[in-house]
T-cell receptor, first 111, second 115 residues
């Protein structure tokens, strides 16, 4: 069965600092994808970063990068140089045809 | 494309009433998904369709919930009768499939309140 666990309900980071959000998952699939989505107060779901499980190289998108540990089934998100606009709920997801998401981590950015 | 369009944005209804949520996916997307978001459970997948055919409805909580996709450009999620515990934000999403580099495109969601 697919499961995704985000063990940090809430995190805080000082503006311009770096923060890491944790995510672990379980799947029986050999070929799958991992995602981080951002949900600001507007409620819109925005794709932050995507990782193919067969790729060893960690995905990066500007200030966002992941640490993908396939054997450990871990997929953490690192946000560098945090900005006030990064404040949001972040969801980790896993899947192939259907995505399963965790319960989310609320990130607060302190000025 | 205008993206995934959901209506209504907000819905308040009384317990026992029928509620219908609507979704128009992005043209050309073969997959359509319905999710429910609550504080306690996060984002739960309710059901998904491929080429208008329901593939997996194992997340539908009860028989009170039903979903249809009569054509490639329209889907509905119906709750009958509604209960206060159905209060949540319901999202519709669409995609090209597993290899869609854009992942899912989500609608803006419908906030349902059952009083």
């Amino acid at each position: 069965a697919q499961t995704v666990t985000q063990s940090q309900p809430e995190m805080s980071v000082q503006e311009a600092e770096t923060v890491t959000l944790s995510c672990t998952y379980d799947t029986s699939e050999s070929d799958y994808y991992l995602f981080w989505y951002k949900q600001p107060p507007s409620r819109q779901m925005i794709l932050v970063i995507r990782q193919e499980a067969y790729k060893q190289q960690n995905a990066t998108e500007n200030r966002f990068s992941v640490n993908f540990q396939k054997a450990a089934k871990s997929f953490s998100l690192k946000i560098s140089d945090s900005q006030l606009g990064d404040a949001a709920m972040y969801f980790c997801g896993e899947g192939t045809y259907k995505y399963i998401f965790g319960t989310g981590t609320r990130l607060k950015v302190l000025a | 494309d205008a993206g995934v369009i959901q209506s209504p944005r907000h819905e308040v209804t009384e317990m026992g009433q029928e509620v219908t949520l609507r979704c128009k996916p992005i043209s050309g997307h073969d997959y359509l998904f319905w999710y429910r978001q609550t504080m306690m459970r996060g984002l739960e997948l309710l059901i998904y369709f491929n080429n208008n055919v329901p593939i997996d409805d194992s997340g539908m909580p009860e028989d009170r919930f039903s979903a249809k996709m009569p054509n490639a450009s329209f889907s509905t999620l119906k709750i009958q009768p509604s209960e206060p515990r159905d209060s949540a934000v319901y999202f519709c999403a669409s995609s090209l499939g597993p290899r869609d580099l854009e992942g899912y495109t989500f609608g803006s969601g419908t906030r349902l309140t059952v009083v």
